[in-house]
């Protein structure tokens, strides 16, 4: 079983669409630090617009909990995300695996960072990098 803390902020992630993106407000905090592989993010607002747009042509994401721990003020989630995008994999489902390291102030998430592999996400479903990125791992593996 989660920390309420956690299992809220799946909850939250589980629900969200690109027409969703008003309950923003009552998880983070207006000066919210969010990193990811792809993005650095200082505040609520701009986090509002990077999932509005990652969410735009999104077809489903669904976050399944691993194992998470939650200390005072500070989580870790370990989580699987399955998900559908017509631009990757011929919008067949992907599995992601990855973690969030998140901390709270005055209730609301002020630092959310996510740990995933962007090739596991993307590249290996592009043809090209795909083909590209499997090459490069057989080589790392056969030295």
């Not at 969010?34 to 990652?54: C, K, M, T, W």
């Not at 994999?89 to 901390?103: C, N, R």
């Amino acid at each position: 079983m989660l920390d309420p803390k956690l299992q809220a902020f799946l909850d939250f992630y589980n629900s969200l669409s690109a027409n969703g993106l008003d309950a923003i407000a009552d998880y983070y905090a207006e000066q919210v630090q969010f990193i990811d592989p792809v993005h650095e993010i200082n505040s609520r607002s701009a986090l509002q617009q990077y999932l509005a747009h990652g969410y735009q042509r999104l077809n489903y994401a669904r976050f399944t909990p691993v194992s998470g721990l939650c200390q005072g003020e500070r989580g870790f989630l370990s989580w699987q995300m399955r998900f559908s995008h017509p631009a990757f994999a011929k919008g067949e489902e992907i599995l992601v695996h990855g973690s969030t390291e998140l901390a709270w102030q005055d209730g609301r998430i002020c630092y959310h960072r996510d740990y995933y592999d962007l090739t596991e996400m993307v590249y290996q479903h592009i043809p090209l990098l795909g083909w590209l990125t499997r090459q490069v791992k057989q080589k790392i593996a056969a030295s």
